[in-house]
């Protein structure tokens, strides 16, 4: 559809009178943020072409104790690695990818995230800003597809919510 926006609206918007009568399709739950529908790559070009950061995908809500899990299976690590006093580089670099998804997918604090992980609030914010010049958005959707294909995330005790929209 190229530059055509209102072409692309009156497809949107024939797409979405087609679906009406349809009833619940799964596969249109499947969206990364509530706010986008596509695949991963789809969802790198939006957000590397959108001028607005604010459009950026947030992910689900996740208790910390699964995203920790998460974390250490997608690094290969034990929780006492990420939560210990050692700093090895793929460490560190789990490390800040967990504070980062606990701070935007838990919605802990600094303070409450860094007594969880044994370091200072400055360490976390740091840990946080590091990881959010390069994040690692293909990690970032091995967890999301985990958590969308676990049984636990139709527990609700699980720790894992739908996303607001």
Not at 24 to 38: M, P, V, W
Not at 108 to 119: A, D, H, S, V
Not at 138 to 148: C, D, F, G
């Amino acid at each position: 559809m190229g530059n055509d926006v209102e072409k692309a609206r009156r497809a949107y918007l024939q797409f979405v009178e087609e679906g009406l009568g349809s009833g619940h399709e799964e596969k249109y739950y499947q969206t990364i943020d509530q706010r986008f529908l596509g695949g991963e790559g789809f969802v790198a070009k939006v957000v590397s072409k959108a001028k607005d950061k604010k459009i950026r995908p947030s992910g689900p809500r996740v208790g910390f104790e699964r995203l920790l899990a998460l974390v250490c299976k997608q690094h290969g690590l034990t929780e006492e690695m990420l939560t210990g006093a050692g700093r090895r580089k793929d460490w560190v670099q789990a490390r800040r990818q967990l504070v980062y998804l606990v701070r935007e997918w838990a919605n802990l604090t600094t303070q409450e995230l860094g007594k969880r992980l044994k370091r200072d609030p400055s360490m976390i914010s740091r840990l946080y800003k590091e990881y959010e010049e390069s994040r690692d958005l293909r990690r970032e959707a091995l967890v999301v597809r985990t958590l969308n294909s676990s049984p636990l995330s139709q527990n609700p005790d699980s720790g894992l919510t739908p996303s607001p929209p």
